[in-house]
């Protein structure tokens, strides 16, 4: 049997195997990071526009009742004056009416509707119109009276009112987009337990006994629509038995929950000069007792809006 001899030049050195084969590595590291980077902002952009899009369509539904409340004002309103049952019977649309006014005062306060809400409420303003109108013809049919809207006073009222309600809305509904896409959404929100080492140095942990504090770190975005300066954002920490992480000499305190009358408890605040240019932002929460073990929730407001949330847990 002949002996095969392999010329050593036939051989790649491995050297430049060992290169190649970390060339590879790290265009694959970079392909994924990219990919990992652009979910992100997708994501980011996607919880934004959902966000924009809720206020709008409650701003929307909003706007609408209001119109249909001013219509039914007004088709109440033309057929006063004439005579004493019908001023009568006008008293009364005019108490139910006010409930309506009440419940929409309600929705404007908090700037949310349903549209199940909205539905009904729409579905009960047209019928009171509906129901005085075959009052009313029932009134002048059993008494044998001609009763007629004073249209000229109605359409007048009904110009006036729907006006001013459409300049209303259209400045609400601007002024709830601005302030949306204003928001400073964080784009990583990382939390973890600190204690401290030797030389002022700190070192994280998992462990609840050796937690001395915990640090809250979140990137926040470049963004033109908000106005340059100092933003304020609530971090709220959520206890694994579901209270609020609060000691009032501490920092802690209370926020109005965005679009209600809700007052919510934080854990600490903080105040970020901001220059329209992506930061990174750390906080940290220290308290006299020690912490204890279980599953823990981050929360990051501004403006009273829910921004981001993570659990982390000690153990």
């Known amino acids: 049997m002949s002996e095969v001899r392999l010329n050593p030049q036939d051989t ?63 088709n109440i309103e033309s057929y006063k ?13 005019e108490k139910e009416l006010a409930g309506y006014k009440s419940d929409l005062d309600a929705m404007k306060k908090k700037m949310r ?27 002048s049919d059993k008494n044998q009276i001609l009763i007629t809207r004073n249209d000229s006073l109605g359409q007048s009222l009904a110009t006036q009112l729907n006006t001013n309600t459409q300049l209303q809305s259209t400045n609400q509904v601007l002024s709830q987009k601005v302030s949306i896409a204003s928001l ?29 504090k915990i640090k809250i770190c979140f990137d926040l975005p470049a963004n033109q629509v908000a106005d340059a300066g ?43 000069p901001y220059e329209q240019k992506a930061k990174n932002v750390c906080t940290y929460w220290q308290q006299t007792t020690p912490f204890g073990g279980g599953n823990y929730t981050a929360e990051v407001y501004q403006e009273g809006y829910l921004l981001a949330s993570k659990s982390f847990e000690l153990k």
């Open 113 to 139: 509707v349903s549209e199940a809400e909205y539905n009904k409420q729409m579905s009960g303003l047209q019928a009171l119109i509906t129901d005085l109108d075959a009052q009313i013809k029932d009134l």
């Open 12 to 74: 790649p050195p491995p050297k430049q195997t060992n290169r190649t084969i970390f060339y590879i590595g790290l265009i694959l590291l970079l392909v994924a990071i990219n990919v990992y980077l652009y979910v992100k902002y997708n994501q980011s952009n996607k919880n934004s526009q959902t966000l924009t899009e809720q206020v709008s369509n409650d701003s929307i539904r909003i706007a609408d009742l209001d119109l249909k409340y001013n219509e039914t004002l007004v």
């Open 81 to 93: 004056g004439q005579n004493a049952m019908l001023d009568s019977l006008i008293s009364v649309k």
């Open 230 to 272: 100092e933003k304020n954002f609530m971090v709220r920490i959520i206890s694994p038995e579901g209270t609020t992480l609060a000691v009032q000499n501490s920092g802690s305190g209370t926020f109005q929950v965005a679009e209600t009358v809700e007052q919510r408890q934080y854990t600490i605040s903080t105040a970020v």
């Open 184 to 212: 400073l959404k964080p784009t990583s929100l990382n939390v973890t337990g600190i204690r401290s080492k030797s030389g002022g140095k700190e070192a994280e942990t998992d462990n609840a006994k050796k937690a001395e």
